[in-house]
């Protein structure tokens, strides 16, 4: 299938373009200057021009504490460009990707969450990717929406690369430790998605490294496997002292996935070995 991969150049996009193209998919890699999705008319330019099959909308605001402040550009981006993607589609009968995430829960149910319990966002990052899947829902008949959390991959920021590095930096970290959720690695991701895609089993999906753990345990593991005996100290959210509300547990189910019989992701401190042998550190690019 020809794949319209939008935001391409971020963490996930990066790895997902050529793992599309393994699983024998045509991509079509767009970043913002080729492919506005805060533009409609942008979006549409680009859905004539190239005629995809399925689009996967990547681009994002991500900045959690940044949506804080900058409220109007985050559901510019996360809610609005969203809309704008979804009535491309809609106008050319094509099914839609979108990305979106656990911080659509507000972590207090006490169990991992399926696709079927009800949202309830508590940050501005938050809410505004569930108005973005909202206006998915509400325009097409054909879409995935699949939510993910905690990514790391190794082609953008993420938290086990500032851990890696600060590992190596300092005499002690303090990392929040009453924050429950599943580690993901970008690429066992991208091959779930572009296996989801030919299945034509539209609907919501949860996709993560399977298990959980906290930043805390999570830092310890990284630097574990780093050979780093850095100690790791727990803290509190409330002592990090934050801008942006963060889900206390949010870990997800991924019942879809299973129940309709696709491969689940590694688990997590699988993933993450694999990604640490993968990339070795080199302290000079960081």
Request: aromatic residues 8%; contains cysteine; hydrophobic residues 40%.
């Amino acid at each position: 299938m020809k794949v319209l991969v939008s935001g391409a150049q971020g963490m996930l996009g990066r790895d997902l373009v050529p793992i599309l193209a393994d699983h024998g998919h045509q991509p079509i890699a767009t970043d913002r200057l080729e492919m506005d999705i805060t533009d409609l008319a942008s979006v549409r330019e680009r859905m004539e021009r190239d005629r995809p099959d399925v689009v996967i909308l990547c681009a994002a605001f991500t900045n959690v504490d940044a949506c804080e402040t900058e409220v109007d550009t985050a559901f510019l981006i996360n809610g609005v460009g969203a809309q704008n993607v979804a009535l491309a589609c809609q106008a050319h009968d094509v099914p839609l990707l979108y990305i979106s995430t656990d911080y659509v829960f507000d972590g207090t149910l006490g169990r991992a969450y399926r696709e079927t319990d009800r949202p309830n966002p508590q940050s501005v990052y938050g809410q505004s990717k569930l108005a973005g899947e909202q206006f998915v829902q509400q325009l097409l008949d054909k879409f995935y929406i699949v939510r993910t959390s905690w990514l790391y991959g190794r082609h953008g920021k993420n938290f086990v690369e500032t851990m890696r590095k600060l590992g190596r930096e300092k005499p002690e970290l303090a990392v929040v430790a009453d924050q429950h959720g599943s580690p993901t690695w970008t690429v066992p991701l991208s091959h779930t998605l572009a296996r989801l895609i030919e299945t034509g089993r539209y609907g919501i999906y949860h996709a993560t490294g399977q298990g959980e753990t906290t930043w805390c345990d999570f830092t310890r593991k990284i630097l574990e496997l780093e050979g780093v005996d850095t100690p790791v100290r727990a803290i509190t959210t409330a002592e990090l002292g934050r801008p942006a509300p963060r889900p206390a547990y949010s870990v997800l189910d991924n019942q879809h996935l299973r129940l309709i019989g696709q491969p689940l992701l590694p688990p997590w401190e699988e993933s993450l070995a694999s990604y640490l042998a993968l990339c070795p550190y080199e302290a000079s690019v960081r």
